[in-house]
T-cell receptor, first 110, second 116 residues
Framework: QKEVEQDPGPLSVPEGAIVSLNCTYS??????FMWYRQYSRKGPELLMY????GNKEDGRFTAQVDKSSKYISLFIRDSQPSDSATYLC??????????FGSGTQLTVLP | DAGITQSPRHKVTETGTPVTLRCHQT?????MYWYRQDPGHGLRLIHY???????DKGEVSDGYSVSRSKTEDFLLTLESATSSQTSVYFC???????????????FGSGTRLTVV
């Protein structure tokens, strides 16, 4: 079993839809949770981070962590074509030792 | 924001030849990482460094070596390139995120390596 599992998709939604991206993890000691966005042929860039259970909101993006279920989610409201990218979760026991999910490829159709 | 430069951006090499990829940062961050990214596998850690001459292996280190003789440079060497090492290689640094003392990774633009 991989330490971090992520549904690879691909996921295709119409513009304006709510998108839900998810990861599960196996190590209960993990306490750092991050989401990275990667546009085609670019390096990943940090989108959101949290180190506690619950929700964290930033504009149209909400990161949710459920430590009891070892499950994290990223929600995108009012999705835009510019949100089309690969989204990677990154989880670890230390912020300097992260394990990445395999990424979910998202396409938002105009 | 850390300045991270990877070189070369693209390289085609022959099986059996040694290849060195370079990662250069401008802000003296202590932690640096080398990842490879392949379809279906996401980002996999090859090696990382936590200071000058201090390095450690990641999950896919076989066939790779690294060196860090200066804070700003982290070199990845494929000792004898194989076709299975065809991949996109990303360098990353760990830098502070802000006032809450957390750290996040900043990635370079990647090196696209093809071994023929």
């Amino acid at each position: 079993q991989k330490e971090v599992e992520q549904d690879p998709g691909p996921l295709s939604v119409p513009e304006g839809a709510i998108v839900s991206l998810n990861c599960t993890y196996s190590n209960s000691a993990f306490q750092y949770f991050m989401w990275y966005r990667q546009y085609s042929r670019k390096g990943p860039e940090l989108l959101m981070y949290t180190y506690s259970s619950g929700n964290k909101e930033d504009g149209r993006f909400t990161a949710q962590v459920d430590k009891s279920s070892k499950y994290i989610s990223l929600f995108i409201r009012d999705s835009q074509p510019s949100d089309s990218a690969t989204y990677l979760c990154a989880i670890g026991g230390s912020a300097r030792q992260l394990t990445f999910g395999s990424g979910t490829q998202l396409t938002v159709l105009p | 924001d850390a300045g991270i430069t990877q070189s070369p951006r693209h390289k085609v090499t022959e099986t059996g030849t040694p290849v060195t990829l370079r990662c250069h940062q401008t802000e003296n961050h202590r932690y640096m990482y080398w990842y490879r990214q392949d379809p279906g596998h996401g980002l996999r850690l090859i090696h990382y460094s936590y200071g000058v001459k201090d390095t450690d292996k990641g999950e896919v280190s076989d066939g790779y070596s690294v060196s860090r003789s200066k804070t700003e440079d982290f070199l990845l060497t494929l000792e004898s390139a194989t076709s299975s090492q065809t991949s996109v290689y990303f360098c990353a640094i760990s830098e502070p995120l802000g006032r809450d003392a957390n750290y996040g990774y900043t990635f370079g633009s990647g090196t696209r390596l093809t071994v023929v």
